[in-house]
């Protein structure tokens, strides 16, 4: 028996859809793998009930496929599924780790990537590796055709997780299909600048990397309250503010000494519309670690 936790991500960041993620400190999966005939899955934990234990719907159930490694998988839910923090990336992702580790199957984590997004596949119709390859490496992480880069970058972030279900697939459909140059300019300069932020671990250039006008206020329409959160957080000191991966969670960036009455604020902002939701005081983390 082999145990692995993997964390939340927040994939996007704004400025880059489809390519940048990073990994949380908290919450995460903790996924419990023990050699099998055959695949079979068992789930408990946040929103567990919505998940299906069938290894045809699971995203596990496709990294053990591509793995050829059949076990008995328990996942135990940190991360609430359709919550755009990765949830059905932080189980594909502690699967891949920990089957690649009890068969011996000697890939690296960087080779382990486009296998947990297999499972991706499955729910979202897309295999983007955006949110598996932070939880299997950890960090910041850009994450193209050609492979993934990892930084170990180190900034404070608030996640506030509202009431609200926003499945990955469905916030796929309303992405626009083309940009204009002057948005492409835009989005250019501040990939660079949140690039060179995580490098320097400066909250404000992350933060002022994370605008964007392309696919964020697309999918804003789907959260309730969005841009009135956004604000009451940019108030309160955010450097930057997003939705996180498709929503709804919406994620701030900021220095240390702020992230608690940002935190408060996002919470109340979300409260005066009428929506409940549930708050994340958390940094960049490491990736999936195995016990
Ligand atoms: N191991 C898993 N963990 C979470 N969700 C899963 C898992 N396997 C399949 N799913 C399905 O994936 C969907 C959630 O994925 P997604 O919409 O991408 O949300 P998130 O942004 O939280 O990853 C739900 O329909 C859920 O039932
Ligand atoms: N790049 C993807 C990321 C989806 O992240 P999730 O956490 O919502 O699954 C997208 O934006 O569609």
Redesign the pocket.
Known sequence: MLTVRAPA????LGSG???F?VALERPADVVRLKKADRVTIEVTGAGSQYIPEDPNKNTVGAVAEALDAPAHIQIDKGVRP????????ASAAAAAVGLNELYDRGYSREELVPIAAKG?AV??G?A?D??VAPSIMGGFTIATEKGVTQVDADIPLVACLPDIV?S?RD??NV?PETARVDQMVETVGNAAALTTGMHRDDPELVGQGMHDTV?TPA?AKLIDGYEQVREAALAAGATGVT?????P?VIAACAEEDRRKIASTMLDAFGERGVDARVYQTRIGRGAEVF
Do not use: P
Request: glycine residues 14%.
């Open positions: 991500t927040s994939a996007n859809f489809d390519v993620g359709a919550s755009g923090l990765g949830s059905s990336a991706e729910v979202s897309d983007h955006d949110n926003v990955t916030a796929r992405v696919v999918r939705i996180s991966g498709a929503g969670t």
